[in-house]
């Protein structure tokens, strides 16, 4: 399947209020700039709607959305299953389907926890309560009140079985967080709410909490005094995402269109199920899996995008796989963006797109994976589209090694992003 066009932003879209948006006004912002890219004559054959958060109980949202999305009424309408498997699913679905066409997939979430502040001009610019509201990670506590504990009895046992410490866990939600940073600085995400570079401090401070951050760049003094969350020993308010909502769109097809070029190619997206104890066992499985499926080496892979659910998945994933780290989440990961449940998996390919067009002059390849504590994984293959056989440079990425700072990982990630 091919990716043609992609954009994705959080309900908190950019305003002059720096204000939250209405779901079908913020719709309208994110379609009006994704049509914007691609031919006029281009028409949608299938809307598929990934969600898990309904409407109008008394409307169909799938209907109601593509009407405010102004799709003919003549393209066929699919709701897909409310879970964080909602993108993999919708992707399958189209494999199967035997038509082809031109596939528009909406995957979005509304999540009540989401704090309404959002900030203009950095945290000094909030009231002294809205202040306390961020640094204590208020919304995170609420969200773990809602949330199954055994969630974070699993995390607990996950980092007690990898043997990764408080402090390692606290040093990679740190690096996510600066990584992210940096990537909003140096321009590293496009159509990825904030497609541009800056130097303003006070801008990067407003792109990074109108994207989900809870706090801005936690000194090291801040996640040792963060408060314990869900009765863990290992999660805290600042080491772990905080909820998050937004929207994401792709323009899919199963075969390459005449006016406009693909952005990327991956594969049938593969799902694995188990008990919830074994789930980091059956996300590195499921990635040995497509590995093994397609022929490729985990050494071909340029790149892997995995979510960020708590830093000891990816850590865990790292050290199971022995995935170099400086090849994983360049511009940061879901500590930084927040958790937003069905658009989780979409925020994924977004940013494993994006990473291809910043790098279009290469031929790349990556891993997408969402491990999730709930015992189910879901793993897709991505590459460039184009046409340059130019490899990516291996220089950098060849100087990790078991000793390299979580630090010096991120500065060589985002040189290497960078040049």
Not at 2 to 27: A, H, T
Not at 215 to 240: A, D, H, R, V
Not at 325 to 334: A, F, P, Q, Y
Not at 351 to 368: D, F
Request: charged share 25%.
């Amino acid at each position: 399947m091919y990716i043609y066009n992609y954009q994705r932003l959080p309900f908190s879209k950019f305003n002059q209020e720096g204000s939250r948006l209405p779901l079908l006004k913020s719709l309208k912002l994110l379609t009006e700039e994704f049509f914007s890219n691609l031919d006029k004559s281009t028409k949608i054959d299938y809307f598929l709607n990934c969600t898990s958060y309904q409407l109008n109980t008394y409307d169909d949202p799938a209907h109601r959305i593509a009407n405010a999305l102004g799709i003919s009424k003549k393209a066929e309408v699919f709701n897909i299953c409310h879970d964080e498997m909602s993108l993999f699913k919708a992707l399958r679905l189209i494999k199967k389907l035997d038509n082809d066409g031109n596939y528009l997939i909406l995957c979005w979430d509304k999540n009540q926890f989401t704090p309404n502040i959002q900030p203009n001009e950095g945290l000094s610019e909030l009231s002294g309560d809205q202040q306390e509201t961020i640094k204590n990670g208020i919304a995170l506590k609420q969200y773990s009140k809602n949330y199954n504990e055994s969630i974070f009895e699993i995390y607990d046992k996950a980092c007690e079985e990898n043997k990764i410490p408080q402090d390692a866990l606290d040093g990679y939600a740190m690096v996510s967080r600066l990584k992210y940073y940096f990537g909003l600085k140096r321009g590293l995400h496009k159509n990825e709410i904030t497609p541009y570079a800056s130097t303003d401090e006070e801008e990067i401070k407003r792109a990074y909490f109108i994207d989900g951050g809870n706090i801005f760049n936690p000194s090291p003094e801040n996640y040792q005094s963060s408060e314990k969350i869900g009765g863990s020993n290992y999660s805290t308010s600042l080491n772990m995402p905080s909820p998050s909502d937004g929207l994401v769109l792709f323009l899919v097809s199963k075969n390459k269109l005449k006016k406009i070029k693909p952005i990327a190619k991956i594969s049938t997206p593969r799902i694995s199920w188990t008990d919830d104890l074994s789930y980091i066992d059956n996300g590195s499985n499921l990635i040995r899996s497509v590995l093994s499926h397609y022929k490729v080496k985990k050494e071909e892979l340029d790149f892997f995008e995995i979510h960020e659910n708590h830093p000891v998945t990816p850590m865990a994933l790292v050290n199971k796989l022995k995935i170099d780290k400086l090849k994983v989440n360049l511009k940061g990961g879901s500590i930084p963006i927040g958790d937003g449940f069905v658009t989780n998996a979409a925020r994924l390919l977004c940013s494993a797109c994006s990473i291809i067009e910043t790098r279009s002059s290469e031929k790349l390849k990556g891993l997408i994976n969402l491990t999730s504590p709930k015992g189910v994984a879901g793993t897709i293959l991505i590459s460039s589209a184009g046409i340059s056989n130019k490899k990516m440079s291996t220089k950098k990425i060849k100087k990790a090694s078991e000793k390299t700072t979580e630090m010096e990982t991120a500065e060589i990630q985002l040189e290497e992003m960078s040049n």
